[in-house]
């Protein structure tokens, strides 16, 4: 059974730029949590889509979005790109077939390294 | 609000010993709690998951132990080996319907 993928794993973008990061969950898995992972602020949640629908949402600004598609692949976006968002994006899934995420293993994708220049 | 905990920050062992990883929450109202493994630059390999109702989980040489009443979670790892050296984190998962991480540990073993 494949794990969860991430394209693409390397991205570098200039301040001001916008960008698109993917995200293809264990077939079967509905639920799929994007994290932001820096040096200074650790593992933060982002937010989690859960049958195409956004479930929750953690503390970040409007810039971060994302959505979720019918095979339950999941894109994020990044408009206006800061410095700041320099960060390795995770994205995690999990079955999601008893509600909120955390009643579920999460399984982790290998992450895609954002540089923002 | 939950906090996450992680005492060390990093432990250097010498190969073939026992050794503890510790990991604490404020609250104890948690669904479940998984530690996960990463290796530098890389995701997170999931190792154990402890429901809010069990007490511990094995796998290998990995134990992990849950005490909601104390807000504490340890990680045991028997007979460790070069290859265990990484970042282990814990995660708790709570009320708020997400993952709450811990900064990690950080281990080195040494041959």
């Known amino acids: 059974k494949a794990g969860v993928t991430q394209t693409p794993r390397y991205l570098i973008k200039t301040r001001g730029q916008q960008v698109t990061l993917s995200c293809s969950p264990i077939s079967g898995h509905r639920s799929v949590s994007w994290y932001q992972q820096t040096p200074g602020q650790g593992l933060q949640f982002l937010f989690e889509?859960?049958?195409?629908?956004?479930?929750n949402k953690g503390n970040f600004p409007g810039r971060f979005s994302g959505r979720q598609f019918s095979n339950s692949r999941s894109e994020m976006n990044v408009s206006t790109l800061e410095l700041g968002d320099s960060a390795l994006y995770l994205c995690a899934s999990s079955l999601g077939a008893t509600g909120a995420p955390s009643y579920n293993e999460q399984f982790f994708g290998p992450g895609t390294r954002l540089t923002v220049l | 609000k939950q906090e996450v905990t992680q005492i060390p920050a990093a432990l250097s062992v010498p190969e073939g010993e026992n050794l503890v990883l510790n990991c604490s929450f404020t609250?104890?109202?948690?669904?479940?709690l998984q530690w996960f493994r990463q290796d530098p630059g890389k995701g997170l390999t999931s190792l154990l998951l402890?429901?809010?109702?069990?007490r511990e989980q094995t796998s290998g040489r990995l134990n992990a132990s849950l005490d909601k009443s104390s807000g504490r979670s340890t990680l045991y790892i028997a007979a460790s080996q070069p290859g265990d050296s990484a970042t282990y984190l814990c995660a708790v998962g709570s009320g708020s319907e997400k993952l709450v991480f811990g900064k990690g540990t950080k281990l080195t073993v040494n041959p």
């Open positions: 609250d104890s109202a948690i669904y479940n």
């Open positions: 402890i429901q809010s109702s069990q």
């Open positions: 889509y859960f049958s195409e629908t956004q479930r």
